[in-house]
């Protein structure tokens, strides 16, 4: 368990648990939030501003061993890294993010460089993300496919071309096209995208807490994944609509002119910690056996 965020006592010290129900969670967060509100800014923004300042300083490098090889076919090489490295950093300071944000849902003490040290959990989290994308994906195409299918039985063009129609149209000002096509378009993506939405929710309600027992219990791929499961059992609805009240809250923010997402951002990441938290007190506390008592 070395490394993981949870171990740095040698037992972890449990509060009373939490109801796992929305009012509860978001009344929770807030608390945490409205006591620690300059340092949950300070973690959102500051692992964007680290990303902008390390990807600036990425392209001035690889820029400089470009114009210090000079050499046409090493351009490909260094795009390449540029191409990985604009999914390795976020994804490396998004899981730091994590760490610090569930030290601040739990009252913990936590250093400012504790956001760069997400990179042991970096492979396990990208595969478990990916293995909860291919599980969305599936549906996804098959709900897309349906839709597709239905469109051709009534004799209809396929998404993708009524699209193209539409934005031609609308460049062209043809009006009695989009008049005649966007009803269409839109009675067959509405139901696509509120099924394809529903699926995400759903599968991110049971696996939501995979992530971070990653982050937490140091736990491999398929371990955070069953628990996480287990964890959630029961509880879907109640975390279903706890995603919806988080979406409802960013979406609040866009109102005035977008400026209160940079305070919506930050507290529903929180509340996605404090659930976890909640969560979490199902599972055994977190002992590290010292290798001398072990000896013993």
């Not at 500051?46 to 690889?62: D, S």
């Not at 009534?154 to 609308?170: D, F, H, N, Y």
């Not at 371990?223 to 059992?233: D, G, I, Q, V, Y």
Request: proline residues 6%.
């Amino acid at each position: 368990m070395s490394g993981s965020p949870g171990s740095e006592s040698s037992v972890v010290v449990r509060r009373p648990a939490l109801r796992v129900e929305p009012a509860a969670l978001l009344g929770e967060a807030w608390s945490r939030f409205a006591s620690a509100w300059p340092r949950c800014l300070l973690v959102y923004w500051g692992a964007l501003a680290a990303f902008w300042l390390i990807m600036n300083l990425a392209v001035i490098v690889l820029a400089a061993v470009n114009a210090a090889v000079d050499d046409p076919s090493f351009t490909p090489v260094l795009e390449f890294v540029r191409f990985i490295a604009i999914f390795l950093i976020p994804a490396w300071l998004w899981l730091g993010q994590g760490i610090l944000f569930l030290k601040i849902a739990r009252q913990e003490s936590f250093e400012p460089d504790d956001l760069f040290r997400g990179h042991p959990y970096m492979l396990t989290a990208v595969l478990v993300l990916s293995i909860l994308f291919a599980a969305v994906v599936v549906p996804w195409l098959a709900i897309y496919g349906a839709t597709e299918g239905i469109l051709r039985i009534v004799a209809q063009p396929s998404l993708g071309e009524m699209a193209r129609k539409i934005t031609t149209a609308r460049n062209e000002g043809d009006l009695a096209e989009i008049d005649r096509l966007a009803p269409v378009f839109l009675s067959a993506l509405t139901p696509a995208f509120f099924l394809g939405t529903a699926v995400l929710l759903a599968v991110r309600s049971r696996f939501r807490a995979a992530t971070f027992l990653v982050l937490d219990r140091n736990a491999g791929v398929f371990e955070s994944l069953s628990n996480s499961f287990r964890l959630t059992s029961g509880r879907a609805r109640v975390l279903f609509v706890l995603q919806l009240a988080q979406f409802a809250i960013n979406l609040a923010g866009f109102l005035p002119f977008g400026l209160g997402l940079l305070v919506t951002l930050p507290f529903t990441r929180l509340v996605s910690a404090v659930a976890y938290d909640a969560l979490a007190a199902d599972l055994p506390p977190l002992v590290d056996v010292d290798e001398d008592a072990d000896l013993e």
